[in-house]
């Protein structure tokens, strides 16, 4: 596997994928999060199933499933922001001298700086005093660097909002829409997935092995016909619907299913079709910069 200096060619190389992973994953406090949820699709046209039904997922057993248990040649989705804004200031911390140059840089800061901290959270970092400076913190506390409004958006993430979708900045860890604590402990398990599995589009694409990709779980909703704020399925009837609108047989019936379960399984789903598309691999925007800076959310155009 290589890291941060491929070119641009090489980072968009079509991959014929045999499985198809999607994580729905959680920044939450605690060792175990009802939030997390893995789901798997062993072939395009096969039925999504859960690993490990029933179970209450700990972020440190995700990791360890990556990479000891992942199947071989399996595009991952994993549900998060793989990196901070880098492009619109130059940094990702403007003004700070240990502000890291690019995204496995800033991985291993945030692991650092929260490493004596269990479960892979990431508080330590976010009350660092130079990181604080640039986050919309719980309890009303904002940054004097986080911008009014919005907060500052990553490329992918303007490109989202293009498409229509809702992005909130990874800066911002308030309001039920967010996902900068999810992104931030993510990013501990992407530092330690370094040399195991490679990310795309910060690692030249494997051949063979498997890849991880960051996703958007609300674009598999799309893809299936779900409209703009109802992709959040928590009944078996809507989900087997929304897989059937994509083509795939119904889910292996759940003793109890939420709408984490259903976004891992969809999502898989939606790998599994369009995980092979050469097409998605070179969006326009993505430079190399971007690439191993901000990264990319897959499937966006």
Same mark, same amino acid.
């Given at each position: 596997?290589?890291?941060?200096?491929?070119?641009?060619?090489?980072?968009?190389?079509?991959?014929?994928?045999?499985?198809?992973?999607?994580?729905?994953?959680?920044?939450?406090?605690?060792?175990?999060?009802?939030?997390?949820?893995?789901?798997?699709?062993?072939?395009?046209?096969?039925?999504?199933?859960?690993?490990? %039904?029933?179970?209450?997922?700990?972020?440190?057993?995700?990791?360890?499933?990556?990479?000891?248990?992942?199947?071989?040649?399996?595009?991952?989705?994993?549900?998060?922001?793989?990196?901070? %804004?880098?492009?619109?200031?130059?940094?990702?911390?403007?003004?700070?001298?240990?502000?890291?140059?690019?995204?496995?840089?800033?991985?291993?800061?945030?692991?650092?700086?929260?490493?004596?901290?269990?479960?892979?959270?990431?508080?330590?970092?976010?009350?660092?005093?130079?990181?604080?400076?640039?986050?919309?913190?719980?309890?009303?506390?904002?940054?004097?660097?986080?911008?009014?409004?919005?907060?500052?958006?990553?490329?992918?993430?303007?490109?989202?909002?293009?498409?229509?979708?809702?992005?909130?900045?990874?800066?911002?860890? *308030?309001?039920?829409?967010? *996902?900068?604590?999810?992104?931030?402990?993510?990013?501990?398990?992407?530092?330690?997935?370094?040399?195991?599995?490679?990310?795309? %589009?910060?690692?030249?694409?494997?051949?063979?092995?498997? *890849?991880?990709?960051?996703?958007?779980?609300?674009?598999?909703?799309?893809?299936?016909?779900?409209?703009?704020?109802?992709?959040?399925?928590?009944?078996? *009837?809507?989900?087997?619907?929304?897989?059937?609108?994509?083509?795939?047989?119904?889910?292996?019936?759940?003793?109890?299913?939420?709408?984490?379960?259903?976004?891992?399984?969809?999502?898989?789903?939606?790998?599994?079709?369009?995980?092979?598309?050469?097409?998605?691999?070179?969006?326009?925007?993505?430079?190399?910069?971007?690439?191993?800076?901000?990264?990319?959310?897959?499937?966006?155009?």
């Amino acid at each position: 596997m290589s890291g941060g200096t491929v070119s641009a060619t090489s980072r968009t190389s079509p991959r014929r994928f045999r499985h198809f992973a999607a994580i729905d994953w959680s920044g939450a406090v605690g060792e175990r999060q009802r939030g997390i949820a893995v789901a798997l699709v062993s072939g395009a046209g096969e039925a999504p199933q859960l690993v490990r %039904p029933g179970h209450i997922w700990s972020r440190a057993e995700v990791l360890h499933w990556l990479l000891t248990d992942l199947p071989t040649d399996t595009l991952v989705g994993m549900d998060l922001g793989a990196a901070l %804004p880098f492009h619109d200031q130059g940094a990702y911390f403007p003004g700070w001298a240990e502000s890291p140059a690019d995204a496995r840089a800033l991985w291993a800061l945030v692991d650092r700086i929260a490493a004596d901290e269990p479960h892979l959270a990431a508080n330590r970092f976010v009350d660092h005093p130079e990181v604080a400076r640039h986050l919309r913190r719980p309890g009303g506390r904002a940054g004097d660097l986080f911008p009014p409004g919005r907060g500052r958006l990553r490329v992918t993430e303007e490109h989202q909002r293009a498409a229509g979708l809702s992005p909130v900045s990874n800066l911002n860890l *308030v309001g039920a829409a967010q *996902v900068g604590k999810a992104s931030l402990t993510g990013m501990r398990v992407l530092h330690r997935l370094s040399g195991h599995l490679s990310v795309w %589009p910060m690692d030249q694409l494997p051949a063979p092995g498997s *890849v991880m990709v960051e996703i958007y779980t609300t674009l598999a909703a799309r893809a299936a016909g779900i409209q703009p704020g109802r992709s959040k399925l928590r009944d078996a *009837v809507a989900l087997d619907a929304a897989l059937a609108a994509l083509g795939s047989p119904a889910h292996s019936p759940l003793a109890r299913l939420d709408d984490h379960q259903a976004d891992a399984l969809l999502a898989a789903v939606w790998l599994s079709i369009v995980g092979n598309d050469a097409n998605l691999w070179s969006p326009p925007a993505l430079t190399p910069m971007l690439a191993i800076t901000e990264g990319w959310t897959f499937g966006i155009v």
